[in-house]
């Protein structure tokens, strides 16, 4: 064997260390797989294996080489996401803290400034309980807005409302029920003695009978459905007294049956029997039950009832009169007699005429015009107000620093309870007030005049008639006349006086214009009739004589045709009249319009009387 050929050991270099080279100075820790910082890219040493598919790259950085379709696909709940999903939830249920409290302090504030408005608008007296007064203020503003809808909830406010006044343990402590002499019926309702409360307890109880007795007039014929829970007309109900209901809306539900229903609310007479029947109201707060009752019973069609009660109305006015004004009106005519006009008080004037409009919605018309010739006579005769009730409005307008204050004065403090209005039996005096329902009256006495025209006389002509008639409108013109001018006299401060004075120039623009229409058609019809009856005269052979010996039809005819021309003028002026008041109207706040429909207007075309039907 060559030695040759036999390898040489190989020499270890001395220069080289024995041990592995040392040149980090950090040793590298094992780290789990669930966990991963920023060391898992850029550690300089892999202990493992970079796999992507075991972890979830960062927000800040993600590797290019991951799919970003797959991203959605791969667990979010990491350590980071989970602290990420913990501090927004935090930051949610905080915000939505802050917002929920936010909105419901808003809401209180919203809900103390209605309360508070509603309260100056419809102020309740302040020694009733709060839930009492609050009732109360959403009971009275549903009433006055009148919606059909708001009826139902009305009624039911003021219903919770008259059971807590007359509840002993709530408002209605120190109340003595009074038994009826007849032995008393539950269904009527029970009377009390209410001279132990306030004026503004006993004020604030008439109001509440008052509103409560509007819901029952227009929620009569109702009922309630005890499985729906909604009130419904009787139009949809069925059952044996409607054979042929109408479809009921989709959004009610299904049809009520009849033997699921009871009347809605109880009937008008309850609440005003137990006006006139309960110990401590005004005479002009009874007389108001009485009118209205009578009203309501003449809506019905209880024509005798409905006399009783206005007939009880001037018996209730006439008791608060002194000894010597008891026969201050004739008890069978019903007219006004002839005393000093300082006897007469506002309750008279007001029962008389719901007396009279008794009389003319039933067409006895002959009776009602003597009656409102008469208050249209003591009205005229009462004495003026003294000067200091005149200027009382105007002496006690704010001054420059008192008009800054008001305002500001009115936020901090609660403005108090309205003051006792008049009874009704104080000497009634000539004011703005007067002035308007003198228009009122003047409005009704045209009416009736128009409309009895045929009637007045026992044989009346032509000419007669045109003159009654003739007589209605000039009374209406006139009752326009005063009204448009106390409205434009009444100060800001007499809303009252205000909204009575609008209320007759559109009642009297209405009677105006279809009167003055009525006699225009009128005079149309009588002219085409002469038109036509000259026609069969000039083919008639005696037309040759009435030519040579002159014939009175030309005069005639030309006569008719000038009143036609007047009564179209008359119309025109109507029409200027009418553009110049519809502004001042809906300055008012009043639809001009309102009166001017087929179901306004007076007395005589609200009962259906032969004037304007």
């Not at 609440?271 to 002009?284: H, P």
């Not at 000894?323 to 005519?333: H, N």
């Amino acid at each position: 064997m060559l030695l040759h050929r036999i390898p040489a050991p190989r020499r270890i270099s001395t220069l080289r260390p024995l041990r592995p080279p040392n040149w980090t100075k950090r040793k590298p820790r094992p780290r789990l797989f669930s966990q991963k910082s920023q060391l898992l890219l850029i550690s300089p040493v892999r202990t493992r294996p970079q796999l992507p598919f075991l972890y979830f790259p960062t927000r800040s950085r993600s590797p290019p080489y991951i799919n970003p379709f797959l991203r959605e696909f791969r667990n979010p709940f990491t350590t980071e996401t989970r602290s990420y999903i913990k501090h927004e939830i935090k930051r949610v249920a905080k915000y939505s803290l802050y917002g929920w409290a936010l909105y419901g302090l808003g809401c209180l504030v919203y809900y103390g400034i209605m309360s508070e408005v509603k309260e100056r608008k419809f102020p309740t007296p302040e020694e009733w309980n709060f839930w009492t007064r609050v009732q109360m203020r959403s009971g009275i503003a549903q009433v006055a807005a009148g919606s059909v809808l708001t009826w139902p909830s009305a009624g039911e406010r003021l219903k919770y409302v008259l059971e807590r006044l007359e509840d002993p343990e709530r408002d209605g402590a120190g109340l003595e029920p009074l038994r009826r002499e007849d032995g008393g019926d539950e269904g009527k309702g029970v009377a009390f003695d209410l001279t132990s409360k306030s004026e503004a307890w006993r004020r604030g109880y008439h109001e509440a009978l008052m509103g409560a007795a509007c819901c029952a007039e227009h929620l009569d014929g109702f009922l309630f459905d005890k499985t729906l829970h909604q009130v419904l007309p009787p139009r949809y109900v069925v059952g044996p007294s409607n054979p042929r209901p109408k479809t009921i809306p989709s959004h009610f539900g299904p049809a009520p049956r009849e033997e699921n229903c009871r009347p809605a609310y109880l009937a008008p007479d309850v609440f005003y029997e137990k006006i006139l029947m309960c110990k401590g109201f005004t005479t002009r707060q009874r007389v108001e039950a009485a009118m209205a009752w009578a009203d309501w019973l003449d809506f019905k069609g209880s024509t005798k009832s409905s006399q009783k009660m206005a007939e009880r109305a001037v018996d209730i006015a006439l008791s608060g009169l002194p000894r010597e004004g008891k026969g201050l009106i004739d008890k069978k005519t019903g007219v006004i007699r002839q005393y000093p006009a300082g006897q007469l008080s506002h309750n008279i004037f007001q029962a008389t005429t719901s007396l009279a409009i008794h009389h003319a919605r039933n067409q006895h018309l002959s009776t009602a015009l003597p009656i409102f010739l008469s208050v249209l006579r003591a009205s005229r005769e009462l004495p003026p107000a003294p000067p200091s009730s005149l200027g009382a409005q105007l002496r006690t307008q704010d001054t420059n620093s008192d008009a800054f204050l008001t305002p500001i004065r009115s936020l901090l403090f609660a403005p108090p309870y309205p003051p006792a209005p008049p009874t009704g039996d104080e000497p009634y005096t000539r004011t703005q007030l007067t002035l308007c329902e003198e228009a009122g009256v003047m409005a009704h006495i045209g009416e009736i005049l128009f409309a009895s025209a045929v009637a007045i006389s026992p044989s009346p002509s032509a000419e007669q008639t045109l003159e009654i008639r003739q007589a209605g409108i000039n009374f209406t013109r006139d009752a326009v006349d005063i009204a448009e001018s106390t409205l434009r006299a009444t100060p800001l401060q007499d809303q009252k006086a205000r909204k009575k004075c609008a209320e007759c120039i559109t009642v009297g623009v209405d009677n105006w214009g279809k009167m003055v229409g009525r006699m225009l058609r009128q005079a149309a019809e009588q002219q085409d009739e002469e038109g036509q009856q000259e026609k069969k005269d000039d083919a008639s052979p005696w037309s040759l004589l009435s030519w040579l010996w002159g014939s009175s039809r030309l005069g005639g005819g030309e006569s008719k045709e000038d009143e036609k021309e007047r009564w179209e003028r008359e119309e025109q002026a109507f029409g200027r009249r009418w553009r110049s008041l519809e502004r001042m109207l809906r300055e008012e706040g009043l639809n001009p319009e309102a009166g001017r429909d087929e179901e306004g207007g007076g007395i005589l075309q609200k009962s259906g009387a032969f004037l304007f039907g």
